[in-house]
């Protein structure tokens, strides 16, 4: 069982769209998955087709809702083999509720113990941003994939992501590691691709994904219609990219 945070405190970079791709694309070779949506935008629960708006429990019941456990948060989505805790803009407040508990950054990591036994891979989506959620989702992971668009400010705000990585390994999560970077919203057409894809791989060597996901329309349109890319268009290129990442993944953790 591994938990992977998908991390960048940029907005705009893919983070959603990578949550909802992987996730589904590792449930199609048949690995059981839960996703946490830990964004209070909600974007990856509406993804994976939830109505966000009607929802009577939701990820921030892991943090104040005391009378229900882990697993009576947890909804199926259509998606083959993919389960979800969802979140809604209830949780954009919960940093303040938590301000002043004891253990505040461990909440999801032992909200997941009951329920880690039940899945091969556990995927959290963190909100763009650098506060209290991100902490407990990065406490909460054995890894980190962290989406780089490949445009202009993409290398901007890189080396506080990996300040904050470090930090928390070194003292509240030991064992946190990065999973790998991955180049997203690429355009092979464009030198400012090829650029942005040269210094990430200059500065992170070989954590980078073979895998690059291509700036691509129907990647775009997929979530409006609540679906991960393999059902709305199993032959675009982006399904071609996610399946590649979803086989480089499954490899590197065999």
Request: aromatic share 6%; glycine share 0%; net charge positive.
């Given at each position: 069982m591994k938990t992977i945070s998908i991390f960048n405190q940029k907005g705009g970079v893919g983070k959603t769209t990578t949550v909802v791709n992987l996730s589904c694309g590792l449930g199609l070779k048949g690995k059981k998955v839960l996703v946490i949506d830990l964004d209070p935008q909600g974007n990856t629960s509406s993804g994976l087709g939830i109505n966000k708006n009607e929802l009577s429990s939701t990820v921030y019941d892991l943090f104040v809702g005391e009378s229900k456990s882990t697993r009576d948060l947890i909804l199926e989505t259509s998606s083959k083999n993919v389960d979800i805790i969802p979140s809604n803009i209830d949780l954009s407040g919960v940093e303040i509720e938590l301000i002043n508990l004891d253990e505040r950054e461990f909440f999801v990591r032992k909200?997941?113990?009951s329920v880690k036994a039940d899945y091969d891979f556990i995927i959290i989506d963190c909100p763009p941003s650098l506060g209290l959620l991100s902490i407990n989702a990065l406490v909460a992971s054995d890894s980190v994939i962290i989406p780089i668009q490949s445009e202009y400010y993409a290398l901007e705000g890189l080396s506080l992501i990996i300040e904050t990585i470090n930090l928390v390994k070194k003292s509240l999560n030991k064992s946190l590691e990065i999973e790998g970077v991955l180049i997203t919203m690429y355009d092979g057409r464009n030198n400012l691709s090829s650029e942005v894809e040269r210094e990430v791989k200059r500065y992170f060597k070989?954590?980078?994904?073979?895998?690059?996901?291509?700036?691509?329309?129907?990647?775009?349109e997929a979530p409006s219609f609540g679906e991960s890319i393999f059902t709305y268009d199993k032959n675009s290129l982006g399904a071609a990219a996610f399946k590649d990442l979803t086989k480089e993944i499954i490899n590197n953790n065999r």
């Open positions: 909200a997941l113990e070989d954590k980078v994904f073979n895998s690059v996901i291509p700036r691509n329309v129907r990647l775009a």
